[in-house]
């Protein structure tokens, strides 16, 4: 579903999603550009041999590649359209760490944050029910609110949080059943 790729990456790249430059210093991220962090930018340019810079002044070409391989790659492609885009979303809000045991819970397996052919085979048994993959979308935006309450920065971003989930359950829910508007 490789296909698929440039939607997720073009929902998460919504100016009311990733869109635009950040610099808060409340925010963990610190520096940020399109949702992608000075650190993680200068470790890219690095790895690859590549002039770094300001995040701010980074190309778009080389944020789309950090997103595809980051955060899309290994795991989005093995799953059904919707769930890639909430799994995707996930990983790059809150970390591909958290993406696999929400994505465990919401398959009702054991979470243990492997995503291995145990998590591949419940994901195979979704491809043939939608009713199925809705729910576990559903699940997995349940599972990201609750996490979302936990965190320490809950009081000051917390309302975005949570609006960014719940319009990241909207659109991989109209991605499911072919909604044209993402």
């Known amino acids: 579903m490789i296909q698929n790729f440039r939607a997720c990456l073009a929902f998460d790249e919504r100016q009311d999603i990733e869109g635009g430059n950040d610099d808060d210093p409340h925010d963990p991220g610190g520096r940020t550009s399109r949702g992608v962090t000075q650190k993680e930018y200068d470790a890219w340019c690095h790895l690859h041999g590549i002039p770094g810079g300001d ?37 790059v809000n809150e970390g591909p760490g958290k993406a696999v045991p929400f994505l465990q819970r919401a398959l009702g397996i054991v979470a243990d944050g492997h995503f291995g052919i145990v998590t591949a085979s419940a994901v195979k048994a979704l491809l043939a029910n939608v009713d199925h993959v809705n729910s576990a979308i559903c699940e997995m935006a349940d599972e990201r609110r609750a996490d979302y309450h936990r965190l320490r920065g809950f009081r000051r971003f917390g309302n975005g949080w949570l609006a960014r989930v719940t319009k990241c359950e909207t659109a991989s829910i109209a991605m499911l059943i072919g909604s044209p508007k993402v």
């Open 55 to 91: 995040v701010w002044k980074a190309p778009q070409d080389v944020v789309d590649a950090i997103y595809l391989n980051g955060y899309w790659q290994p795991y989005c492609d093995l799953l059904p359209r919707g769930l890639d885009l909430m799994y995707f979303d996930t990983a």
